[in-house]
């Protein structure tokens, strides 16, 4: 078997896939990055796959990168042409609060406010979200501004809850320092995933500036600005920053890339550092995890010699892949990756190398090709005939020595019966 494993390694032929990857596992590589966050996530979005992590369910501070969900909520309640009057309830934000310097008496539609929540970070548009929403979902245009929050903080933890963020509780709108307001890497990669399903979203948090009634609103994303060298990232698509004292500086990424897109939490980082342990997360999912096809359907696997074949037949035998085995992996899993071979009873004769045995069918399936690594089966694809060869003189039909048996059997009957017979 080793003799077979050895030639498969020589003539298989690698191919990069497309995308259908390992669907919801977490790495088993356990590699080390240097990250200054205290939290972390790393996500691979088409396979679901997570590459990274760091702490990913402690409970941390997740600062405006609450406002996400904030921006979700009031996308999925009302339609981007709506139009939201600016009340009271901006006095509620904290003293020392990031805002779009929104004023009582302002009016704007649902998609300028998003663009006030996501880009500047206005704690002032998060709560005027807060109370529209709040109060349309209750039923009551006039619903005091407590109880439209509270309302709105409620759906939050409801919606929070439905796509899984378990270990969330949202208290405020904004994310200003609550000590009762917590999240955890794990599950604001969740929120945003959802968000990322959102196209309008999207295009809010890849901008990298909006003006309104003459104010600019710049994204505070400094991996989209090619004005911060030591932050840009080229790759980067979108998502949320974050900071108070308590939660440090947070930030959520989307990035695209070679056919793929990550998205990557990181929670309570330091000032500069953020955005280096942004750049080293991403850089680490897109260099050292790679989408791998082993086996792909119809295409060959190897040649195999053939006995036993008639005249004219030819003495090489194509065995192709009767399905795809594809997947994200780590390079190191790669490089450790192994196929080997278990041929069906009666195909293949390994006593002097592999050969395979004429007669053989096209389409035959000649046994399974086995996919592991570190001694774990990954996977069993079945190898098949690329064309069929016909056997010398039809003693495949009995085989060799019995078709000797059966004619030494039969003369000796009839020389019996002839001596009878005389």
Same mark, same amino acid.
Request: proline share 3%; charged share 20%.
């Given at each position: 078997? %080793?003799?077979?494993?050895?030639?498969?390694?020589i003539?298989?032929? !690698?191919?990069?896939?497309?995308?259908r990857?390992?669907?919801?596992?977490e790495?088993?590589?356990?590699?080390?990055?240097e990250?200054?966050?205290?939290? !972390?996530?790393?996500?691979?979005?088409?396979?679901?796959?997570i590459?990274?992590?760091?702490?990913?369910?402690?409970?941390?501070?997740?600062?405006?990168?609450t406002?996400?969900?904030?921006?979700?909520?009031?996308?999925?309640?009302?339609?981007?042409?709506?139009?939201?009057?600016? %009340?009271?309830?901006? @006095?509620?934000?904290?003293?020392?609060?990031s805002?779009? @310097?929104?004023?009582?008496?302002?009016?704007?539609?649902?998609?300028?406010?998003?663009?006030?929540?996501?880009?500047?970070?206005?704690?002032?548009?998060?709560?005027?979200?807060? &109370?529209?929403?709040? =109060?349309?979902?209750?039923?009551?245009?006039?619903?005091?501004?407590?109880?439209?929050?509270?309302?709105?903080?409620?759906?939050?933890?409801?919606?929070a809850?439905?796509?899984?963020?378990?270990?969330?509780n949202?208290?405020?709108?904004?994310?200003?320092?609550?000590?009762?307001?917590?999240?955890?890497?794990?599950?604001?990669?969740?929120?945003?995933?959802?968000?990322?399903?959102?196209?309008?979203?999207?295009?809010?948090? /890849?901008?990298?500036?909006?003006?309104?009634?003459?104010?600019?609103?710049?994204?505070?994303?400094r991996?989209?600005?090619?004005?911060?060298?030591?932050?840009?990232?080229?790759? !980067?698509?979108g998502?949320k920053?974050?900071y108070?004292?308590?939660?440090?500086?947070?930030?959520? /990424?989307?990035?695209?890339?070679g056919? =793929?897109?990550?998205?990557?939490?990181?929670?309570?980082?330091?000032?500069?550092?953020?955005?280096?342990?942004?750049?080293?997360?991403?850089?680490?999912?897109?260099?050292?995890w790679?989408?791998?096809?082993?086996?792909v359907?119809?295409?060959?696997?190897? #040649? &195999?010699?053939?006995?036993?074949?008639?005249q004219?037949?030819?003495d090489?035998?194509? &065995?192709?892949?009767?399905?795809t085995?594809s997947?994200l992996?780590?390079?190191?899993?790669?490089?450790?990756?192994?196929?080997?071979?278990?041929?069906?009873r009666?195909?293949?004769d390994?006593?002097?190398?592999? !050969?395979?045995?004429?007669?053989?069918r096209?389409?035959?399936?000649?046994g399974?090709?086995?996919? /592991?690594?570190?001694?774990?089966v990954?996977?069993? &694809?079945?190898?098949?005939?690329?064309?069929?060869?016909?056997?010398n003189?039809?003693?495949?039909?009995?085989?060799?020595?019995?078709? #000797?048996?059966?004619?030494?059997?039969?003369?000796?009957?009839?020389?019996?019966?002839?001596q009878?017979?005389?």
């Amino acid at each position: 078997m %080793g003799k077979l494993k050895y030639l498969a390694i020589i003539v298989l032929v !690698a191919l990069l896939c497309s995308g259908r990857a390992v669907a919801s596992q977490e790495s088993k590589v356990g590699e080390e990055l240097e990250l200054e966050a205290e939290g !972390a996530f790393l996500l691979d979005v088409d396979s679901d796959k997570i590459l990274y992590t760091k702490n990913p369910d402690k409970p941390l501070y997740p600062a405006s990168t609450t406002k996400i969900m904030t921006a979700l909520l009031l996308l999925e309640h009302a339609p981007l042409d709506e139009i939201i009057v600016v %009340g009271e309830e901006i @006095d509620r934000i904290g003293v020392d609060s990031s805002t779009a @310097d929104l004023e009582v008496g302002d009016r704007l539609t649902v998609a300028e406010m998003v663009y006030a929540l996501m880009l500047p970070s206005g704690n002032d548009a998060a709560y005027t979200t807060a &109370v529209h929403i709040g =109060r349309k979902i209750s039923g009551f245009e006039f619903l005091d501004i407590d109880q439209a929050v509270e309302a709105f903080v409620e759906l939050m933890n409801r919606r929070a809850r439905e796509l899984g963020a378990l270990n969330t509780n949202f208290v405020v709108p904004d994310g200003y320092h609550t000590p009762d307001h917590i999240s955890t890497a794990r599950d604001l990669a969740l929120i945003t995933l959802e968000a990322c399903r959102n196209e309008f979203i999207c295009q809010v948090v /890849s901008s990298p500036e909006y003006h309104w009634q003459g104010e600019r609103w710049g994204n505070t994303n400094r991996l989209l600005q090619q004005d911060y060298p030591n932050a840009y990232y080229p790759w !980067a698509t979108g998502f949320k920053t974050g900071y108070t004292p308590q939660a440090g500086h947070c930030l959520i /990424s989307t990035a695209s890339g070679g056919g =793929r897109e990550l998205l990557a939490v990181i929670l309570k980082s330091t000032g500069e550092e953020r955005w280096q342990d942004m750049r080293r997360l991403l850089e680490y999912g897109f260099k050292a995890w790679q989408n791998y096809s082993m086996l792909v359907e119809g295409r060959q696997i190897f #040649l &195999v010699p053939i006995t036993g074949q008639r005249q004219g037949q030819g003495d090489m035998m194509k &065995v192709l892949a009767g399905d795809t085995f594809s997947g994200l992996f780590h390079v190191q899993e790669i490089e450790r990756m192994e196929l080997n071979f278990d041929w069906a009873r009666g195909v293949a004769d390994t006593r002097d190398g592999l !050969a395979l045995r004429a007669p053989i069918r096209e389409g035959q399936a000649l046994g399974m090709a086995v996919v /592991s690594l570190d001694g774990e089966v990954l996977a069993e &694809v079945e190898m098949i005939a690329a064309w069929g060869v016909k056997g010398n003189l039809g003693l495949p039909l009995f085989g060799g020595g019995v078709m #000797l048996l059966v004619l030494v059997s039969i003369y000796i009957w009839l020389r019996k019966k002839r001596q009878a017979a005389a």
